[in-house]
């Protein structure tokens, strides 16, 4: 039981008031809406993303290849496209850039082999 005299709330007890939230406690007692889609349905769209990016590496030239092996290892999806992505290091690897290549390309192909393991000479690139 508190003194007569002492505030019992801690606002006051500390010598501060502070405005009530415009935001109410909507945050605090907020609940998510129930999925709208079942599992089922992500799981087959996902399967389905997946086999277009195979369909994607296999009708690629090396340079898209290359472009789209970057792209899938900033999303961190790139443990699902392992042989793809070794089809595609092979096929980098193997192709000679143009000599119209733009810097970007050949500095792409020179970080994505020496990423994977292979021995690429800066001289060569």
């Known amino acids: 039981m508190a003194p007569s005299g002492i505030a019992a709330t801690p606002e006051k007890k500390l010598g501060f008031e ?5 935001w109410g406690d909507f945050f605090i007692e907020y609940e998510p809406k129930p ?7 992500m799981m087959t769209r996902a ?14 030239n090396s340079t898209e290849g290359m472009f789209l092996l970057d ?25 000679k850039l143009t000599s119209s290549a733009s810097l ?12 994977h393991g292979y021995w690429v000479s800066p001289g060569n690139v």
């Open 18 to 22: 502070f405005e009530p939230s415009p």
């Open 104 to 115: 970007h390309e050949e500095a792409l192909r020179f970080r994505l082999l020496r990423e």
């Open 71 to 95: 792209t899938i290892q900033h999303l961190g999806i790139d443990h699902l496209f392992e042989e793809q992505i070794h089809n595609t290091l092979s096929k980098i690897l193997e192709n």
């Open 35 to 41: 999925l709208q889609r079942s599992e089922e349905w």
């Open 47 to 60: 399967d389905k993303l997946k086999e277009d990016v195979h369909m994607m590496f296999n009708t690629s």
